[in-house]
């Protein structure tokens, strides 16, 4: 069962970028890797996923070195609304089996 | 219209009780699945049906009961509640199970007296 490890928090101010990684050591050949972000009384929202490489959409960047064992999710020139918490999650899908398995979280903070 | 949606929004009730929590989608996809948030905000998936059909069904008490009438729906039964299932639960879908993109509802705050 792959394991993940995200920061607890970060700080950022206004219009820099920030970039969250993921450690997930013992991602098997067939996980995915999805970025959800999460604002107070909401359920999470998806933001991007990849399997390798670099995928970018119209708001972040998703990282994974060849190796798999980390993802970076970058968010370009952050604003105050991008304060929220974000989990990576890996899923895999084999023979019958599922497994999926979510981040603690990572609660980034955009000061003005 | 609303995606997924979840009733109630909010629960509170006391310990002993048995109640459950009933989750929609107008998605239109095949599979949908039962988080658990704890206070310290950690998202544990707790089962996930595929054309109604169990494919996850993580360790969790015997207490917790999922049902799936349909595709478009996902009920979560809870007996004889504990202090310790006081958390906010989410109901979310996705096209396939693993490597879609999951919509998520807007959870139901369980407060167990």
């Known amino acids: 069962l792959a394991k993940t490890t995200q920061p607890i928090s970060m700080d950022s101010y206004e219009g820099q970028e920030v970039n969250i990684t993921c450690s997930h050591n013992n991602i098997a050949t067939n996980d995915y890797i999805t970025w959800y972000q999460q604002f107070p009384s909401q359920g999470p929202r998806f933001i991007i996923q990849?399997?390798?490489t670099k995928v970018t959409n119209e708001v972040a960047s998703l990282f994974i070195p060849a190796d798999r064992k980390s993802s970076t999710l970058s968010l370009p020139r952050v604003s105050l609304s991008d304060t929220a918490v974000y989990y990576c999650?890996?899923?895999?899908?084999?023979?019958?089996?599922?497994?999926?398995?979510f981040g603690k979280g990572t609660k980034l903070s955009v000061i003005p | 219209d609303t995606a997924v949606s979840q009733t109630p929004k909010y629960l509170v009730t006391q310990m002993g009780n048995d109640k459950s929590i009933k989750c929609e989608q107008n998605?239109?996809?095949?599979?949908m699945y039962w988080y658990k948030q704890d206070s310290k905000k950690f998202l544990k998936i707790m089962f996930s049906?595929?054309?109604?059909?169990?494919?996850i069904n993580e360790t969790v008490p015997n207490r917790f009961s999922p049902k799936s009438p349909d595709k478009a729906h996902l009920n979560l039964h809870i007996n004889s509640l504990e202090l310790g299932d006081s958390a906010v639960y989410f109901c979310a879908s996705s096209q396939q199970p693993v490597g879609q993109e999951q919509f998520f509802g807007p959870g139901t705050r369980l407060t167990v007296l």
């Open positions: 990849g399997y390798k």
């Open positions: 998605l239109g996809h095949d599979t």
């Open positions: 049906y595929n054309n109604k059909e169990l494919i």
């Open positions: 999650l890996v899923g895999v899908a084999g023979a019958g089996s599922y497994q999926l398995t």
